[in-house]
């Protein structure tokens, strides 16, 4: 140790600042302190005085230094000079910039301005984003939710008016019994770590449900590998148990939910499969004292769960005993249902079991007087500790809907949601789904849309259809072929401005969506599709707007590059409008602020929405005088008033910044945030902290905060009524009716109590040359392509390999090195590595999603091991599902949302020769960004 560069140093001086702000190096957005070093980023860590995450930081959050100083960050506005894809550009001005996206937006602003399509990734200011918009009038407008988990999204608001991913918790600090279902572990990363970590030390009990043994399921006690795309028969088979050992809460049925709600069964009647209602279009029950009808809200009824009445020759009976009728079936026993789930009964009999132990047996209580909705009081909440958690594993199937629903169903039975030890809503949710808005697609030449985007149609009424029954949006959102599409679908958009169907588009323009490479099922067609032209010489889809950080696969593909910063740059809000950062107990929001100073003249995204909004002239986006309103993001997060008082911050409102939730804009909100944190929280008062959808103390403080204008209690949707009107129309009622082809689907799909049904791809497979299921997944450690230019992330995954199970292995052959196999869907084939992992569900294959890369993206070399050894399944996935024979392309998505289903994908491997590179390997694109050095050392330069 003579050295003294290799002498101790205890004590090192870390920085001489330290600036705290919200992580974006994945989606849970926790607290971090960056620490500063003569304005130069040395060293992240967790904030501990943060709700998301209390000071824990993961390897992504800490890697966020790599993320920042990326080789691969774009350096200023580009202009396309090469062909599509050639990765040819010219780096000019922002005026420039703006200037050639505006010669291509402001004709068809005043002409056809659905000629736009404008379509986010999984970027955090989609209120913002869906303003603009609106304020330009294209119909096209959605985030990445349709190709993500809007089936999860969806079926929980339609169901009980609110959802897992971040908008919802188990009650961590008293479960017993948490079970988790297709639960990638990228996802919602610290606050499950922290959860289970907390669950485990009380003793409670996990178990994981996936084809795949990795992460949250390696830690948890029980491993169900049950057969993809069979969750949902699985939780059916469960319900069946359930309801056979009368293991339901019946009161919390009662009071709850719509299980009392009287459902007309005569199905000769128009009104056939819908509730009987009185006058006032209130649902009608039984009165279990008198054995009369009454509306379903009426003060001091119990509902009868059981019987029939009959009225006007008609039979009803309540939603509960014909969902019971209906999961008593011996077609749902687990003996009925278990080889196709690849369990045994004994195995679905005994998880059933469980559940209603600890369900009912471990009942808990709260000794906090509450008072629900109809004014009763009540001297203790009751709870029972069961909690559910799941992700995109039974979200990204085409019976996926049905899946997330009876999920929420078996939830909703066990009486596990939004009590102690339960499931728990955070802020803004619970919201049911009549109080979000309908979906809008009014477009006119020169004005704004007529109203949001995005919405939860509740009937034929409110699908976006022409008269000749077309549909108005270019993906083909809340159309008869995916009526429940609440997120869009932006895994449809590029192939069918492709086909100009429904219609031709003039620009695409895309913010932070990998759509030439990992984001889009089918890669090497949607290159195609954005690099073919038209006989006129023209690309087929004319102008491509692109805004990234990073020099991405997508940019080469591009015509105009508008450059964003690094979440460390930039202003953000984890707003309330959209998706906050609230605890079960609390309502809180965040924001990003720039803690460093760009060093490349690039823009935050949303700052250059405003410049160009302004010189659109955009209303909203300039004053009376014509002038732009917005200086920037940051002045309008400070500045917007959705309604009056409520903003995209809830924390610090008013002059002074002394009111919360509601008040006027504070010129100095964000100054107010950097000074506590970064964040603000509101705390919900001990006795409003559960049962929320009931809870009289709960509206009310919502209502003070400005969630609602005015208390909204409901029931949860059992039995789902939308559903059914819109099968209903399939069955020849009603003005709005599916064409002849797809009346068949909706009926079999729109059912409304969750049925199960083979996924689609399945259906039409040939399942002997296609034996087995291929799915993807995210490592802990990135956040989708996130982590491909980090060179620590790099390190713990450069390379993926396709998993495969012992029995197949030894059926192939494979031997101790350099395993290479040739993978053959329907749709195409790869060479890729594989490797052998026995806790794997016998029919299934799976790899680490977005490790592959194309040569000559993300500043790595074109020898980088993520190109020539990684790899993408998204190769062997096709939007559309392989031909029926009837003469259609049907689409390859869940047909009540349309969300993207990539798990249903049907493979075979066989042996290939040994040796890369992996197939197949596409024509390398010039970076626009250089190639990164090769080795980045974290030291004296950061
Ligand atoms: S869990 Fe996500 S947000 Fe939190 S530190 Fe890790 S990467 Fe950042």
């Given amino acids: 140790m003579t050295s003294n560069k290799l002498a101790a140093r205890p004590s090192p001086k870390v920085s001489d600042e330290v600036r705290k702000t919200t992580c974006y190096m994945c989606a849970c957005r926790c607290g971090i302190d960056v620490h500063l070093e003569n304005g130069r980023v040395k060293y992240i860590e967790g904030n501990r005085d943060h709700p998301v995450n209390q000071g824990v930081l993961c390897a992504k959050g800490s890697a966020g230094i790599m993320q920042h100083y990326a080789p691969s960050r774009l350096r200023a506005p580009m202009k396309r000079v090469g062909p599509r894809g050639s990765g040819e550009f010219e780096e000019i001005s922002w005026d420039e910039a703006y200037s050639i996206a505006e010669s291509w937006l402001k004709p068809i602003r005043e002409t056809a301005p659905e000629k736009l399509a404008f379509f986010t990734g999984r970027d955090q200011s989609q209120s913002f984003t869906s303003l603009w918009a609106q304020a330009f009038g294209t119909p096209n407008y959605a985030a990445h939710g349709g190709f993500c988990s809007v089936n999860m999204a969806a079926a929980g608001i339609y169901t009980m008016g609110g959802a897992f991913w971040e908008f919802g918790q188990p009650d961590w600090d008293r479960s017993r019994l948490l079970m988790i279902f297709g639960v990638a572990e990228d996802h919602d990363s610290n606050p499950i770590k922290i959860g289970i970590g907390k669950m485990k030390a009380n003793g409670g009990k996990i178990i994981g449900v996936n084809p795949i043994r990795s992460g949250y399921n390696a830690v948890a006690d029980d491993w169900i590998g049950i057969t993809p795309g069979t969750d949902g028969l699985f939780i059916l088979a469960m319900i069946h148990e359930l309801l056979k050992a009368g293991k339901i809460d019946l009161n919390y049925l009662c009071r709850y939910t719509n299980a009392g709600f009287l459902v007309n069964t005569d199905d000769s009647s128009p009104e056939f499969g819908l509730f009987l209602r009185d006058t006032d279009g209130k649902a009608l029950i039984i009165d279990r004292t008198t054995g009369k009808t009454a509306a379903f809200d009426a003060k001091g009824i119990t509902p009868d769960l059981a019987g029939q009445i009959r009225k006007a020759g008609i039979t009803y009976k309540p ?65 029972r500790p069961v909690s559910f958690h799941a992700m995109r594993g039974i979200s990204a199937h085409s019976n996926g809907f049905q899946t997330c629903r009876a999920l929420h169903i078996l939830q909703i039975l066990l009486g596990s949601v939004e009590v102690p030890g339960g499931f728990r809503f955070k802020p803004p949710y619970p919201k049911p789904p009549e109080s979000h808005p309908k979906p809008h697609a009014g477009a006119q030449p020169g004005k704004p849309l007529d109203g949001p985007h995005l919405g939860y149609p509740l009937g034929p009424e409110h699908l976006l259809l022409n008269d000749d029954g077309s549909a108005k949006r270019i993906d083909k959102a809340f159309t008869w072929e995916n009526p429940f599409s609440a997120h869009g679908m932006m895994h449809m958009v590029i192939s069918n401005a492709y086909a100009g169907d429904p219609y031709k588009i003039d620009t695409l323009f895309m913010y932070m969506a990998n759509m030439a490479w990992n984001s889009s099922m089918n890669t090497s067609e949607v290159i195609r599709m954005l690099t073919d032209k038209d006989e006129s010489g023209e690309y087929v889809i004319p102008h491509f707007i692109y805004s990234d950080a990073y020099s991405s696969e997508t940019v080469a593909y591009a015509d105009l590059i508008l450059p964003d910063t690094t979440y460390l740059e930039r202003h953000d809000c984890i707003s309330l409008l959209d998706r906050p950062i609230c605890e079960a107990e609390a309502a809180a929001d965040s924001i990003r602020w720039p803690v460093v100073d760009p060093d490349r003249d690039v823009k935050g995204f949303q700052s250059a929405l405003c410049d160009l909004g302004a010189r659109l002239d955009l209303p909203g986006f300039v004053n009376k005088d014509g002038s732009q309103k917005f200086a920037d993001y940051a002045d309008y997060i400070v500045s917007h008033e959705r309604r009056p008082g409520v903003g995209p911050l809830a924390g610090f409102r008013g002059p002074d910044g002394d009111k919360n939730g509601r008040g006027e804009p504070n010129p100095n909100q964000i100054e107010k945030y950097i000074e506590n944190g970064g964040f603000w929280i509101n705390h919900i008062p001990e006795n409003a902290q559960f049962m929320k959808p009931w809870n009289q103390n709960y509206q009310d403080w919502a209502v003070e905060i400005g969630i609602f204008d005015a208390p909204a209690p409901y029931v949860f949707n059992l039995y789902l009524e939308p559903m059914r009107k819109m099968q209903r129309a399939a069955e020849g009622h009603g003005e709005i009716q599916p064409p002849e082809h797809l009346r068949d689907q909706v009926k079999a799909t729109m059912t409304p109590l969750p049925e199960w049904y083979e996924p689609l791809e399945e259906a039409v497979t040939d399942k002997d040359a296609y034996p087995l299921h291929a799915l993807t997944q ?42 290479w196999a040739y993978v053959t869907s329907p749709h195409g084939r790869i060479k890729c590595q594989v490797a052998r992992m026995d806790a794997l569900n016998e029919n299934t294959v799976w790899t680490w999603n977005a490790i592959g890369k194309k040569r000559g993206a993300w500043a790595l070399a074109e020898d980088a091991q993520e190109a020539t050894k990684g790899f993408l399944l998204n190769h062997l996935i096709n939007e559309l599902l392989p031909p029926k024979g009837d003469g259609r392309r049907w689409a390859n998505s869940d047909p009540v949302t349309g969300q993207a289903a990539w798990f249903d994908l049907r493979v075979r491997i066989e042996k290939a020769p040994p040796g890369g590179p992996t197939e197949p390997m596409l024509m390398a694109s010039k970076s626009p960004v250089g190639v990164g050095p090769k080795n980045i050392a974290y030291g004296e330069e950061f």
């Fill in 319 to 383: 939603a509960f005993q014909l969902l019971a009728e209906k999961y008593l079936d011996p077609a749902y026993a687990p003996e009925n249902v278990a080889e196709k789930c690849g369990l045994t009964a004994e195995k679905i009999r005994a998880t059933a079991a469980e559940l209603a132990r600890v369900a009912f047996d471990e009942e808990i209580t709260l000794d906090i007087p509450w008072t629900d909705w109809k004014g009763e009081k009540h001297d203790k909440m009751t709870g």
């Fill in 778 to 819: 995210r490592p802990m450690h990135m956040y989708h392509s996130w982590g491909s230019q980090n060179a620590w992330l790099r390190q713990i995954t450069g390379v993926n390999k396709l998993y495969i199970p012992g029995t197949l292995w030894d059926a192939n052959g494979f031997g101790e090195d350099d395993n």
